[in-house]
């Protein structure tokens, strides 16, 4: 059993900044890619941030995912926070267990920013 847990979501003022964690534990042999996502009320989910390159237009230069592989932990450090960043942020990974590699998602962790 392999679970994600997030940390790090609340109520922010625009302008502001947030950190948030998401570990992977379990039966973990490797983790290979980890990714964060967010979903507003009444859109589809969107990519925010993956690998150490790839960002979502609208929040490069503010966001930036890093990651710990020793913890199996991947952060994303939120700066110049817009209301429009209001979401439900969840993280991604690709998790080897035994000789598979399966994709597991985080239980969501909310974000909110108030103009």
């Known amino acids: 059993q392999v679970q994600l847990v997030e940390s790090g979501g609340g109520l922010v003022q625009a302008g502001g900044s947030l950190r948030l964690s998401c570990a992977a534990s379990?039966?973990?042999?490797?983790?290979?890619?980890m990714a964060w996502y967010r979903q507003a009320p009444g859109k589809q989910r969107e990519l925010v941030a993956g690998g150490s390159t790839r960002y979502l237009d609208s929040v490069k230069g503010r966001f930036t995912i890093s990651r710990d592989n020793a913890k199996n932990t991947v952060y994303l450090q939120m700066n110049s926070l817009k209301p429009e960043d209001t979401a439900v942020y969840y993280c991604?990974?690709?998790?080897?267990?035994?000789?598979?590699?399966?994709?597991?998602w985080g239980q969501g962790t909310q974000v909110t920013v108030s103009s």
């Open positions: 991604q990974a690709h998790v080897v267990v035994a000789d598979k590699e399966y994709i597991y």
């Open positions: 379990g039966s973990i042999f490797s983790v290979n890619a």
